[in-house]
């Protein structure tokens, strides 16, 4: 709907991560929110889903937004550096950022160029256009707005906005009875719909915020790839001891650990301290935020 443009020499732009450096990671988190290529939870008894024992194998059978999102381990793609033919991907090589183990793809340009990540200084390069309002955030705010307004949606509401977005990527579609028949919630698969399509576009944070589950979802520790029992135990950096060592009771990599949300001060950004003074010197009456 709405966008700003850029023009490589002319207008250029920082870009939001360092692409082969240490910028966005999509996490075990996100990995395992896309269904199943019938749209069904991974978790789910009757979801395609197959396991984490390859390189591969996660991505398999899966929503393809996921590969649009994350680029499976091993795939070629023009990369910064590597200007002339397509390179394999790991998340060490040539992104030089091991970290959660996957390896983003959403923004990567085909224009070995456009993915400078500003190591070489240039910030003219950046020059694809910021999508400032997508028609995709439009119809995912009117199914949200709906289940919240009325405890309900119709699947004619569905069918006209998230629905659309399963089109463009042949899923089948979210009904009522597909949900009673999965013991699926409405709201929840609402919200993936949304988390999912709007993946590392700046969205999440508020999004948790927004529907209070930040003190559960940001407090939680971040996690990876799984290790222990698959094809990752056997290739480095994750077969080194200083990986293997930092795995939960359940083989999959610990990213990041004792992460806080307060919400009693957390829901809330603390007020500007010069505002504060500004108001009161007026004769008006501003107290900081709590907490803060």
Known sequence: ILDRRYERN?????????YDGTG???????ADIYLDENGIPIGNSQSVFQGY?????????????????????????????FPNDPIAN?????????????ILYKYMSEDPIANNSGQMGDASLFDYDR???????????????TFEKNGAISDDDLDRTINLLRDRVNMPHLTNTFVGTYNLDMLEEIRRERTIELALEGFRYDDLRRWKIAETELSADIKGIKIEGTEWATREPYSLPSFQSRVDENGFLIVETSRVFDPQKHYLQPLPT??????????AELTQNPGW
Request: proline share 7%; hydrophobic share 35%; aromatic share 14%.
């Open 53 to 81: 024992d390859t390189f591969e194998s996660e991505f398999q059978n899966r929503d393809p937004r996921m590969t649009m999102t994350m680029i499976i381990p091993g795939q070629e793609t023009v990369r910064v550096f």
């Open 274 to 283: 010069r505002e504060i003074a500004l108001y009161n010197e007026n004769g």
């Open 131 to 145: 999508h400032l309002i997508r028609y995709a955030e439009v119809l995912l705010i009117y199914a949200e707005a």
């Open 10 to 18: 002319i207008l250029g732009h920082d870009m939001p991560y360092q």
């Open 24 to 30: 966005y990671n999509p996490t075990r988190k996100l």
């Open 90 to 102: 790991w998340p060490d090589f040539p992104q030089r950022n091991a970290n959660t183990g996957y």
